[in-house]
């Protein structure tokens, strides 16, 4: 059986991150966790451009344009949605969520989602470098991975 998997190769293109200004305390955190792991796997600081949005809602579009622009090998979306006392949490989540799904179906290059959605603060401290790790490197691992994947899948 003839086995096709992404190798932890740095891309050929940059890197986009996608990360939004709301909850910067975490995100922020997620920002230099998916840095990291792009560094750490080979990718050129240089070759790793950050898009800042004013909040989760706005990471979609911006990523849309980011895959349509075909410049770049993959694209992170970072942002942090807290639930609060409203349904508006339902709404940004499930807007987010569906926009950046449709887009990963659609896109010729990894669309990674690390976008938390948690109950609380302390939840997402423990999402973006506590005891659960940092959801932003793992991002970060899974891009080139997928990305060279998707390389591969072009002559399979």
């Not at 706005?58 to 349509?68: K, N, Q, S, T, W």
């Not at 090998?73 to 799904?101: K, W, Y």
Request: hydrophobic residues 45%.
């Amino acid at each position: 059986m003839k086995t096709i998997e992404g190798a932890f190769a740095p891309p050929s293109r940059p890197v986009a991150l996608v990360a939004s200004r709301f909850n910067s305390l975490v995100v922020d955190r997620l920002v230099e966790g998916a840095r990291d792991g792009l560094l750490r796997h080979g990718v050129k600081d240089e070759d790793i451009v950050l898009f800042k949005v004013p909040g989760a809602w706005e990471i979609g579009p911006v990523a849309r344009r980011l895959v349509d622009a075909n410049k770049y090998s993959a694209v992170i979306a970072l942002g942090c949605v807290i639930r609060g006392d409203t349904p508006h949490f339902e709404q940004v989540v499930n807007g987010t969520t569906r926009a950046l799904g449709q887009l990963g179906y659609e896109a010729n290059v990894p669309v990674v989602f690390a976008v938390l959605t948690t109950e609380d603060l302390e939840q997402a401290e423990q999402r973006s470098g506590g005891k659960a790790g940092n959801k932003g490197f793992e991002a970060a691992v899974s891009a080139i991975e997928m990305a060279d994947l998707y390389r591969r899948l072009e002559s399979a």
